[in-house]
């Protein structure tokens, strides 16, 4: 008879998971996950500041490509004064493939300390949450020799 009511106690039994034990397995779950999904929002945030400052240093080296093939009378206008020019003066059109990057631009062109050299100043500007972030490259520019040097980024 032993052996009937033991038999009887096993099979009834419940197995498996009762729902608080799943409940508190869903919350230790939940909790591991949330600072993974942070760090994925963090990143994302990250890489399109990354893309944001790789492609206002892409206009900038593009926008000086156009000045180094544009006709030396430009320059010999800053002689006097600055020359500001935009973008479109120069014939430049900021391009973005994923249309996530709407930013402005100025160059100035100013003569330096010798006849034929000048410097040109390239600021790309764009928001970045709801601030105005800038980039700044100047070059220096010899038109006797049709050479450009960088000086730097700001």
């Known amino acids: 008879m032993m052996d009937r009511t033991r038999m009887r106690f096993f099979f009834s039994r419940r197995r498996g998971f009762t729902y608080i034990e799943a409940l508190i397995i869903l919350v230790i779950v939940g909790l591991g996950l949330v600072p993974l999904l942070d760090l994925l929002i ?3 945030k990250m890489n399109q500041a990354g893309y944001q400052y790789l492609q206002a240093n ?3 080296q593009e926008m000086l490509t156009i000045l180094k093939n544009s006709p030396a009378d430009r320059f010999r206008e800053a002689k006097f004064s600055p020359v500001s020019l935009s973008p479109d003066d120069i014939g430049y059109n900021f391009h973005d493939e ?6 402005e631009g100025e160059i100035i062109v100013e003569q330096w300390d010798f006849d034929d050299v000048f410097k040109v100043s390239i600021k790309v500007s764009w928001l970045e949450k709801a601030k105005k972030k800038d980039n700044k490259v100047y070059y220096i520019l010899s038109l006797s020799n049709n050479k450009f040097l960088k000086l730097g980024d700001l």
């Open 42 to 44: 963090t990143s994302f």
């Open 98 to 103: 994923f249309g996530r990057f709407q930013p």
């Open 58 to 60: 892409l206009s900038s």
